[in-house]
């Protein structure tokens, strides 16, 4: 079975400052992980994803992540954060149903992201 | 030109009575989705379709029935509503049900059971 773990449920960064937000995974196959936004009161937009090619993924937004193997680590980074970037932010694996046949996302508890002026 | 739209967007209502949620998505999608979001943010899988056939329910009580007319249609159906079902319903939808596909969100009903 397949699970997410995101280190810190909130984490606060000052305008113009590192985004790092921490997202760990366990899959018993090669899992596909994703990062999604939710702004308040709106539904899931994806940032970007990772599907076995470059481990250096860049998303919207200037959003990137790293997907490391032998740490079994996908965090999410953006050099300089934006106001407009506050927002609960998601890391999800998507790997098979019992049954192997079906997909499912299991997502992580979420990390609210606060950029204070 | 909305993506994948549900309505209503709010719902309140009280225990015990019986509500729908509709959800359509104009993506030419294959397979929709239903996640529930508690008050603490967890988002949880709660049934998924492809081509109208049920393939995903996540142990789900019976009092919810998903029903998709079509395949850009995918509706909840929740009877006897109970205080613990307040939450907020997405639908998704995605190309298939492939690992590596995207999801795409709906906006969310919040429902409130009073």
């Known amino acids: 079975a397949q699970s997410v773990t995101q280190l810190g449920s909130h984490v606060s960064v000052s305008e113009g400052a590192l985004v790092l937000l921490r997202c760990n995974y366990s899959?018993?196959?090669?899992?596909?992980l994703f990062w999604y936004v939710q702004y308040p009161n709106q539904g899931l937009q994806l940032l970007l994803k990772?599907?076995?090619?470059?481990?250096l993924v860049k998303g919207i937004n200037g959003f990137e992540a790293e997907f490391k193997k032998s740490e079994t680590s996908f965090h999410l980074t953006k050099p300089s954060a934006h106001m407009s970037d506050a927002a609960e932010y998601f890391c999800?694996?998507?790997?098979?149903?019992?049954?192997?046949?079906?997909?499912?996302?299991?997502f992580g508890k979420g990390t609210l992201l606060t950029v204070n002026p | 030109d909305t993506a994948v739209s549900q309505t209503p967007k709010y719902l309140v209502t009280q225990m015990g009575n019986d509500k729908s949620i509709k959800c359509e998505q104009n993506?030419?999608?294959?397979?929709m989705y239903w996640y529930k979001q508690d008050s603490k943010k967890f988002l949880k899988i709660m049934f998924s379709?492809?081509?109208?056939?049920?393939?995903i329910n996540e142990t789900v009580p019976n009092r919810f029935s998903p029903k998709s007319p079509d395949k850009a249609h995918l509706n909840l159906h929740i009877n006897s509503l109970e205080l613990g079902d307040s939450a907020v319903y997405f639908c998704?939808?995605?190309?298939?049900?492939?690992?590596?596909?995207?999801?795409?969100f709906g906006p969310g009903t919040r429902l409130t059971v009073l």
């Open positions: 998704a939808s995605s190309t298939r049900d492939r690992s590596a596909d995207t999801q795409y």
């Open positions: 899959s018993s196959v090669p899992p596909y």
């Open positions: 990772y599907t076995s090619a470059a481990t």
């Open positions: 999800a694996v998507s790997a098979p149903n019992s049954g192997g046949s079906n997909y499912k996302l299991t």
């Open positions: 993506l030419g999608h294959d397979t």
């Open positions: 379709y492809n081509n109208k056939e049920l393939i």
